[in-house]
């Protein structure tokens, strides 16, 4: 009967969005006061919005998806949580950083609100500013993600390349006994020249920034990786303090947190550690839309193969 229960137990999922960016990509569209994630670039909602009602729709009867936890600086507050109640997903708590120090930090705060009422969920962490097209493909990867997460992997996702892109980086992934991929290193932005080459041999993906782990996976690995910062942000948690929906850690103690990301603060170490990074293939349409040309590709396209959204008059224009 005992056993029984803890089969059934649907597993716990707490969805992070980062939703930082300081505007300066798909300028002058986006700016500082209105970064990208906010735009309509494609379909009625904003990339935040299609980020978040993409992670509620990972809720199945095995799955419990709780409301979004979101991480952005003090400025986009009100777009947050105004887009958020536009698409009816009110959030679990909105964390307010009061300086930029990239996705480490903002994993590590969102890690430590999610162990808050002694659960232990699975984080799912995206980005705010990508897009996906198809969503059943997603829930797909996402589901195997979680189902690995539970037993304590950490995991990443990795998109099927299907061109030799120079404007991300790469993953190079092998498979594990087990018939699981584990990620056997991670790759800069290649040269053209390099991305062909990676394209033929396969076995290379491009590195989404979407992240399936336990909290505590995560701060046992930042404790190890990046102690520093694993220390600085616990005194920032420390010093918190909440209004409504909004958390604003320490000021001063957050600004002495040492900026760095997730992959390199963590992901690019684990392999060959005791922290070994496994990798579920992405194929789902995705983009991260970082530049116009990525949103013109996206978008759908008349017969001179012009993209425009609204009242746009189209003289002796392709392409």
Avoid at 173 to 184: D, F, G, K, N, W
Avoid at 286 to 305: I, N
Wanted: hydrophobic share 45%; glycine share 8%; aromatic share 8%.
């Amino acid at each position: 009967k005992i056993e029984c229960d803890v089969m059934s137990r649907p597993t716990k999922v707490q969805p992070v969005i980062i939703c930082g960016g300081s505007g300066t990509r798909l300028w002058p569209l986006s700016r500082a006061g209105f970064p990208k994630q906010f735009l309509c670039l494609k379909g009625a909602d904003s990339l935040f919005q299609q980020a978040a009602k993409r992670l509620m729709g990972l809720s199945t009867d095995h799955i419990q998806v709780a409301n979004p936890l979101v991480v952005t600086g003090e400025d986009h507050r009100f777009l947050a949580t105004e887009q958020l109640r536009e698409v009816g997903i009110p959030p679990a708590a909105v964390m307010l950083e009061p300086v930029a120090r990239n996705t480490a930090p903002a994993l590590t705060l969102a890690a430590l609100v999610a162990l808050e009422n002694g659960d232990d969920p699975v984080l799912v962490v995206t980005p705010a500013d990508q897009t996906v097209t198809d969503a059943y493909a997603f829930n797909g990867a996402m589901h195997e993600a979680i189902r690995h997460a539970a037993d304590g992997a950490i995991v990443i996702l990795g998109v099927n390349p299907d061109r030799p892109e120079t404007g991300y980086g790469y993953i190079e992934a092998v498979v594990a006994p087990t018939s699981t991929l584990v990620v056997e290193r991670f790759v800069e932005k290649p040269d053209e020249a390099t991305a062909k080459q990676y394209l033929a041999e396969g076995g290379y993906y491009w590195n989404a920034g979407m992240f399936v782990l336990k909290a505590s996976a995560w701060l046992q690995a930042i404790e190890s990786f990046r102690p520093d910062i694993a220390a600085t942000t616990r005194a920032a948690w420390a010093r918190r303090s909440t209004d409504a929906a909004f958390v604003r850690p320490g000021k001063a103690e957050y600004a002495a947190i040492p900026s760095d990301s997730v992959d390199y603060a963590v992901m690019e170490r684990g392999p060959g550690s005791r922290f070994p990074i496994h990798m579920v293939p992405l194929d789902a349409g995705w983009s991260d839309l970082g530049a116009w040309d990525a949103v013109w590709s996206a978008m759908p396209k008349d017969a001179q193969g012009n993209a425009h959204v609204g009242d746009v008059l189209v003289t002796d224009s392709s392409n």
